[in-house]
């Protein structure tokens, strides 16, 4: 008498199902393939490697590359991030060779290019841009906002915008970057990039005190600038 059995296995799904349909919904893994073509063997896109590492670094771990393939072993990949795609196909190798292609294309080109489409399709964009910037120990020796000046650095700027605090714009900036220098920089290239994407929304930029610079701010005649503290009563009025 022979004995049929059945095995069933169990995949977490967790969280990750609601970032994945979002990143569906918003076409994230489409409008990376599209800038990213796939030039390797890998039967994952640069898209579905991208998907992937966001729902990796939502796994609230801190693993290297070549752990992410242990880390969807006991996920739903096929539902998660797209047919035929499995954890082997996600090793350091296929995740580095995705690095190489954003550091290539531009790391705040590619995220301001899907931020300004997704932000336009989904009325995220507002008539204010909020700047700010904030230092990590990594690189460079500079001014510590954890006043831990011993230790290397690397500032990383973002600007937000709408009701939502959608972000636009997000670079990353010498560790001994001043926000006194790097706020008008940074307004300068987030504003010829908006030109070169045809958006025509117009922003008021807000800032704290360091946008604030006599000579800055005479030397540039296009922009309106809004402190902080007043920014929800020009808002109300206009």
Request: charged share 20%.
């Amino acid at each position: 008498m022979s004995i049929q059995v059945n095995q069933v296995k169990a995949l977490i799904l967790d969280h990750f199902g609601l970032v994945s349909a979002v990143a569906t919904d918003l076409g994230i893994v489409g409008m990376i393939d599209a800038r990213l073509p796939t030039t390797d063997r890998s039967h994952a896109t640069m898209g579905q490697r991208t998907l992937a590492m966001i729902l990796n670094g939502l796994g609230f771990l801190n693993d290297r590359l070549y752990m992410v393939p242990r880390f969807f072993q006991n996920k739903p990949l096929e539902r998660l991030i797209g047919p035929g795609v499995k954890a082997e196909h996600l090793n350091d190798d296929a995740l580095g060779r995705l690095l190489d292609s954003v550091a290539e294309y531009g790391t705040t080109k590619l995220f301001g290019e899907i931020a300004f489409e997704i932000g336009s399709k989904q009325g995220l964009i507002g008539r204010s841009a909020h700047l700010d910037t904030t230092s990590l120990m990594v690189v460079t020796h500079g001014y510590s906002k954890d006043y831990r000046n011993d230790l290397k650095q690397v500032v990383l700027s973002l600007t937000t915008t709408g009701p939502a605090g959608f972000p636009i714009w997000f670079e990353a900036l010498a560790g001994n970057s001043s926000d006194k220098v790097s706020f008008h920089e940074t307004r300068d290239r987030a504003t010829e990039f908006q030109k070169q994407l045809s958006a025509s929304h117009f922003l008021y930029w807000v800032a704290d005190s360091c946008l604030y610079t006599v000579g800055k701010l005479l030397s540039v005649t296009d922009t309106m600038w809004i402190p902080g503290f007043l920014t929800r009563w020009v808002m109300q009025k206009h």
